[in-house]
């Protein structure tokens, strides 16, 4: 699953990254995410949350705790190619020129090294027994 049409409401408050909420990886990708973010615009949910299902039930996708869920402009990014639009459309310059970097790179191929850094995040980064709670000025992104 690359992308998919859009579902309408969806996204319609913006651009939207969903995320495996007890993942510490996933977790430090957000707070990488939030500190490099130049707009503010992109919001956040965990895909365990009822919100993140319903909008995935609503595109037509199924819900996978394997990869991160990127959904903007009508179409949902999953697996490599969510992180190099993240990074392309909102991380800073620096960042942004990674994204661009990553997306030279064969989709097929740089999914093979996300699946591997996917099947073992939990064993090499740990995780969780709960989702994340945001903060008070975070909570706001968490709509989803």
Known sequence: MTEQPRGGEADSQGPLMLFDGVCNLCDGALQFLLRVEKHDKLRFGTLQSEAAVAVLEHLNAPLDLSTVVYVNAGKLYTHST????????HARPGWAFLGVLLAIIPKQVRDV????????????????????????????????
């Open 113 to 144: 090294g996300y699946r591997v850094v996917a099947r073992n995040r939990y064993k090499w980064f740990g995780h969780k027994e709960t989702c994340l709670m945001p903060t008070p000025a975070l909570k706001a992104r968490f709509n989803a």
């Open 82 to 89: 969510a992180i190099s639009l993240l990074l392309r459309h």
